[in-house]
């Protein structure tokens, strides 16, 4: 009889970004460990103990490059820590390819093909080594097929990408805060990012709205309708808003406010998630203008304040359209 090996339970964490399959109703992190061992592609589990489900990652602790996260709920293993009796059975030696699943019977097995669920997974099961687009199924069979773009496919740990076919931007104007008018870009960081691409964490189809792999920036006046002799004087343009967000410095009683952000997903398989809800923040932050388009591939706002901000309540997440 095999027993629970508690000596390799990491209790209150787990690895977050490299799940590829999640199952419900699994009694314990045994059983956890046993579905994660008849699977070659997977390198470590979470489960949580609060509602019995389990995660499997295609990585596991790596530092400087994967780390853990704390969660009181979840317990973390490495499956290379744990003896191969757990695979008892036909299954034991695990005998199906990288990205295959091994399922014993009474005397023998069958290996079922899984599908790929992140770049990480085209590497692994592909020996993909290439930029480009990928279909690939976010957490395995419960979303349809998206296109996704891989980067760094020739590293260890390829990240997700979505292309943006329109124009996406985060605007923040150099204005004065004592005023309405007066151009000042020596307050805060003014200037326009503009997205080309924006990473999704593909298990919760969460945008990581920070990263700024495939932006540019520009700080041309145009942008603002300021005269061209008002502008920055070639002094590097230092804007770093975040994906989804916008805000300006102006005077709180400035009206309209001038900082905008442009969220547009069409051609990309996405929408915002009819939940995702947008907030005023910063000091004496205002949202002037609001507007969502009812496919929800479209959300454009005009804000600011004092200096104010507006961005969504919590995490901005996608969901593949219908």
């Excluded at 590497?123 to 760094?152: E, Q, W």
């Excluded at 985060?170 to 080309?196: A, E, H, L, M, R």
């Excluded at 104010?308 to 219908?322: A, D, H, I, R, V």
């Amino acid at each position: 009889m095999v027993t629970l090996n508690t000596t390799v339970l990491k209790n209150g964490e787990l690895l977050l970004g490299y799940q590829f399959y999640r199952m419900a109703h699994v009694s314990n992190s045994f059983q956890c460990a046993r579905n994660c061992f008849f699977r070659r592609r997977c390198q470590s589990f979470n489960y949580n103990t609060k509602d019995e489900s389990c995660e499997l990652n295609n990585a596991h602790f790596d530092p400087p490059h994967v780390y853990l996260s704390k969660d009181p709920n979840f317990v973390y293993s490495k499956i290379g820590d744990w003896d191969d009796a757990i695979g008892f059975g036909p299954c034991s030696k695990r005998p199906c390819r990288i990205c295959e699943a091994c399922y014993p019977s009474e005397s023998s097995y069958t290996c079922v093909k899984e599908e790929l669920t992140s770049c990480r997974d085209v590497k692994i099961c592909t020996n993909a080594t290439s930029d480009g687009h990928y279909f690939i199924r976010p957490v395995m069979g419960t979303k349809p097929f998206v296109k996704i773009y891989c980067h760094l496919m020739s590293s260890k740990y390829p990240k997700d990408y979505v292309t943006l076919y329109k124009e996406n931007y985060s605007k923040v104007p150099p204005i004065n805060s004592q005023s309405c008018s007066t151009v000042d870009w020596n307050q805060g960081k003014p200037g326009v990012i503009y997205y080309w691409k924006i990473r999704l964490d593909v298990m919760n189809l969460r945008v990581v709205t920070d990263d700024r792999t495939f932006t540019n920036v520009s700080c041309d006046p145009s942008h603002f309708g300021i005269s061209d002799q008002l502008s920055n004087n070639g002094k590097p343009c230092t804007v770093d808003e975040k994906y989804g967000v916008a805000s300006d410095c102006m005077a709180y009683e400035c009206e309209p406010k001038r900082g905008k952000f442009l969220i547009d997903l069409q051609g990309s398989g996405f929408i915002v998630q009819p939940s995702v809800m947008w907030i005023a923040g910063g000091f004496k932050g205002k949202i002037t203008t609001f507007y969502r388009s009812p496919t929800n591939e479209v959300v454009t706002a005009v804000c600011g304040g004092n200096c104010g901000q507006c961005s969504p309540k919590k995490y901005l997440f996608l969901e593949t359209k219908p």
